[in-house]
């Protein structure tokens, strides 16, 4: 059985940090693509950020170019963000995604509220 699952959200100030991990399993991990994607309130999926297999290839949305970093560990079969300089309009849940035998598999969401 696939299983992503997302921590590390919360609540902090604008212009904190904050750092997200997937912990994933199910599947051949460091052999698979991954990315972030983020569900801001009433409001469609955002893709964030791409990392693949081998983290020779990774990709930001502009939105967030510069602030966030995704990052990963084969051998821990995770893939992280780290969130930095948050701004209000970051406030989101945020789900790691694996596209796997022509599906997507997300996780549960881990809720980011940034606000003062």
């Known amino acids: 059985e696939v299983q992503l699952v997302e921590s590390g959200g919360g609540l902090v100030q604008p212009g904190g940090s904050l750092r997200l991990s997937c912990t994933a399993s199910?599947?051949?991990?460091?052999?698979?693509?991954m990315s972030w994607v983020r569900q801001a309130p009433g409001k469609g999926p955002e893709w964030v950020s791409s990392?693949?297999?081998?983290?020779?290839?990774?990709s930001y949305a502009d939105s967030v170019k510069g602030r966030f970093t995704i990052s990963r560990d084969n051998a821990k079969n995770t893939v992280n963000l780290q969130m930095n300089s948050l701004k209000p309009e970051d406030t989101a849940v945020y789900y790691c995604?694996?596209?796997?035998?022509?599906?997507?598999?997300w996780g549960q969401g881990t809720q980011v509220t940034v606000s003062s």
């Open positions: 995604k694996a596209i796997l035998w022509g599906r997507d598999y």
């Open positions: 199910g599947f051949n991990f460091a052999t698979r693509d």
């Open positions: 990392i693949n297999s081998r983290s020779g290839s990774i």
